[in-house]
């Protein structure tokens, strides 16, 4: 088992930055290779970045490469979302997940093994 926490969500005004963190805990999260999901109101979820084990590998949307960018700090057992220059469009619950992995993607969500309950990013003037 995997249990994971996110934080550092918020309501933000378009062009800000915001640092989602997401803590694991229980089995050893070096193993896992980790994905940012997110889900607006209506939609469904989608995915956003993923990293492998090791932090060499990262994949984005399209939609957001050359804003946000995911790492991992595996001795905290911590994986990160940095978001810059934040659009309206980027409003969602986003979420983290795990799945053991050698390499990265575009991962379907239904895919991952583990997850957080998410947190709320609000872009809005």
């Known amino acids: 088992q995997v249990q994971l926490v996110e934080s550092g969500g918020g309501l933000v005004q378009p062009g800000d930055s915001l640092r989602l963190s997401c803590a694991a805990s229980?089995?050893?999260?070096?193993?896992?290779?980790m994905g940012w999901f997110r889900q607006a109101a209506g939609q469904e979820r989608e995915f956003v970045a993923s990293?492998?084990?090791?932090?060499?590998?990262?994949y984005y949307v399209e939609s957001v490469k050359g804003r946000f960018t995911i790492s991992r700090d595996n001795a905290q057992n911590t994986v990160y979302l940095q978001m810059n220059s934040l659009k309206p469009e980027d409003t969602a619950v986003y979420y983290c997940a795990a799945v053991e992995a050698e390499l990265v993607g575009p991962f379907n969500p239904k895919a991952m093994s583990y997850w957080g309950r998410g947190t709320l990013v609000t872009v809005s003037s």
């Open positions: 990293i492998s084990w090791n932090g060499a590998l990262t």
């Open positions: 229980g089995r050893t999260f070096s193993q896992y290779a």
